[in-house]
T-cell receptor, first 109, second 115 residues
Framework: GQNIDQPTEMTATEGAIVQINCTYQ??????LFWYQQHAGEAPTFLSY??LDGLEEKGRFSSFLSRSKGYSYLLLKELQMKDSASYLC??????????WGAGTKLIIKP | NAGVTQTPKFQVLKTGQSMTLQCAQD?????MSWYRQDPGMGLRLIHY???????DQGEVPNGYNVSRSTTEDFPLRLLSAAPSQTSVYFC??????????????FGNGTRLTVT
């Protein structure tokens, strides 16, 4: 079966760095997406990886290793507004998205 | 551009009632979809469409119908509401179906409670 695993909850301190991991087992691979979802709101797109390596976008970076079925989202210089859930999703060989349950990130002052 | 517009934001139904959740996008997106989101679970695909006149079932289609008569609109119909359908529903669209970097754009969601 197809499966995406990510931690349920993480806590970090304002100004620090946090890494949210995502491991996957899917039927084929056409890319991995990260979305941010604030409580009570819709998910919004953060990043996309299809090749191995690191993609950087300001304070956020996303890494992919296809051979290991592994990705992480790195958030630097954490701000209180980064408190949200972070969703990992993999596009399989049929271009269907397989979603993880999300990681709730709590930022403490 | 309004993006993806989804209505209503909140709805309470009694068991057995029917209703339609509306979804419209003004970005000329090819792909549209409906998801439900339940606590502790990933987003689950209900139905999707790759273009006007074409719809297909997702992971959890039972109890729901869709149609895509135009590129812009993709309503979701609950035929006979059940308490198990209590959830948050999201409509989402993307530019292409089969291209790699085509992220989803989500509507603001509908919180549905079935009593």
């Amino acid at each position: 079966g197809q499966n995406i695993d990510q931690p349920t909850e993480m806590t970090a301190t304002e100004g620090a760095i946090v890494q949210i991991n995502c491991t996957y087992q899917t039927s084929g691979f056409n890319g991995l997406f990260w979305y941010q979802q604030h409580a009570g709101e819709a998910p919004t797109f953060l990043s996309y990886n299809v090749l191995d390596g690191l993609e950087e976008k300001g304070r956020f970076s996303s890494f992919l290793s296809r051979s290991k079925g592994y990705s992480y989202l790195l958030l630097k210089e954490l701000q209180m507004k980064d408190s949200a859930s972070y969703l990992c999703a993999v596009m399989d060989s049929n271009y269907q998205l397989i979603w993880g349950a999300g990681t709730k990130l709590i930022i403490k002052p | 551009n309004a993006g993806v517009t989804q209505t209503p934001k909140f709805q309470v139904l009694k068991t057995g009632q029917s209703m339609t959740l509306q979804c419209a996008q003004d970005m000329n997106h090819e792909y549209m979809s409906w998801y439900r989101q339940d606590p502790g679970m990933g987003l689950r695909l209900i139905h999707y469409s790759v273009g006007a006149g074409i719809t297909d079932q997702g992971e959890v289609p039972n109890g729901y119908n869709v149609s895509r008569s135009t590129t812009e609109d993709f309503p979701l119909r609950l035929l006979s509401a059940a308490p198990s359908q209590t959830s948050v529903y999201f409509c989402a669209s993307s530019l292409r179906t089969d291209s790699y970097n085509s992220p989803l754009h989500f509507g603001n969601g509908t919180r549905l409670t079935v009593t």
